[in-house]
């Protein structure tokens, strides 16, 4: 289980895969976001876990919001992934997935011929 996380000065988006459809820890991860000075809004998401905290950069960074969240038990800093690993992530498992679907149309048309269609496909 991994814990997204992308911020920008002022914004923080993290997604709490525990977050995800479970209405009761909604308001417990808003609250205690909410009580930190300089977090100014938060908005969660229950369909996909995601919570955009709004904040006062001058006044609180987006590490003290995660590690409070993190004390609090919302939040693993031990398995975060920011935005470039997941999406480095995604974009390893799509060509993977493209590579094993070329790679199964090329046989497949390789073996609808003879055993000497298949040997001048390969060379």
Request: glycine letters at 8%; zero cysteines; aromatic letters at 6%.
């Amino acid at each position: 289980m991994t814990y997204y996380m992308h911020n920008v000065p002022g914004r923080l988006r993290i997604k709490i895969p525990q977050l995800k459809k479970n209405p009761t820890l909604a308001p417990k991860v808003q609250q205690v976001a909410e009580s930190m000075l300089g977090v100014l809004s938060t908005q969660l998401n229950l369909l996909t876990g995601s919570v955009v905290i709004l904040y006062e950069p001058s006044l609180v960074q987006s590490e003290q919001i995660l590690e409070t969240l993190d004390r609090h038990g919302y939040f693993d800093l031990d398995r975060i992934v920011t935005n470039e690993e997941y999406i480095r992530d995604k974009a390893s498992r799509a060509t993977k997935l493209v590579g094993r679907l070329v790679g199964g149309t090329f046989v497949d048309v390789a073996l609808q011929g003879s055993g000497l269609s298949f040997l001048s496909v390969l060379i």
